[in-house]
Every structure is written in C-alpha cells, then in structure tokens.
C-alpha cells in the first residue's frame, strides 16, 4: 500500500523555524513531482509550494516565499519543506502530495497521492 507519511510538525514560536519531511512508503517517488499543501481551521486546503522529481523546478504560494524552501532527496526517497520567519497565520495541518506524470503541482486537482497531514501550531 502507497503511503505519504509526514514528520517534524510541532509548536513553535512566532519568527522560528521548522522543518517538515515526507517519506513515501510502498513505493519511490524519485520520479514524481511533489509537494505540499495546507490546510487552516475552518479554511479549505492551499498550495503550499511543488517541486519537479529532479529538485531542479520549484514554485511557491505568495503567502510563503522568501520564506519557506522546498527541496528532496531522491537518494532517501524523501522531500522536505524547511519554514523559516513563522508566523500565527501559517498554523495549519500541513499536507505532502504527488503526483503522476510531469509537470509541477499546480492545485490539488492533480494530486493523486496525498498524506495525512502534520500539525504545525505558530504561537505568538
């Protein structure tokens, strides 16, 4: 059975950082484009930030940029989002997605595998 299995969520302060990890199981997904979603209390689920199987694509949400990095690590099989300068407004479960085929995750339309989720709590 494929499964996307998030880890590193937690409390943090506002201003301090975290880092998330995905590591799939079943299966590799070294030649996937993936990336991360999430999703606020009472809010509908939001793109996050993708990357292309090879590292070498990335996008982010306006909400995030200069601020969070996505990257992976083919070799572990594993994909990370490193969250830098927290605030209150991005508590949220955070979500790992892949997709089939090419191309850079655009919405959530066009994942097919999703994870259960981290929580990650910003205090202020």
């Known amino acids: 059975q494929v499964q996307l299995v998030e880890s590193g969520g937690g409390l943090v302060q506002a201003g301090g950082s975290l880092r998330l990890a995905c590591a799939p199981s079943g299966r590799t997904f070294s030649n996937n484009p993936m990336g991360w979603f999430r999703q606020a209390p009472g809010k509908e689920r939001e793109f996050v930030a993708a990357?292309?199987?090879?590292?070498?694509?990335?996008d982010y949400a306006d909400s995030v940029k200069g601020r969070f990095t996505i990257s992976r690590d083919n070799a572990k099989n594993t994909m990370y989002l490193q969250m830098n300068s927290l605030k209150p407004e991005d508590t949220a479960v955070y979500y790992c997605?892949?997709?089939?085929?090419?191309?850079?995750?655009?919405?959530?339309?066009?994942?097919?595998?999703w994870g259960k989720g981290t929580l990650v709590t910003v205090s202020s």
């Open positions: 990357i292309s199987w090879s590292g070498a694509l990335t």
């Open positions: 997605a892949a997709k089939l085929g090419t191309g850079l995750i655009k919405s959530a339309m066009g994942v097919r595998y």
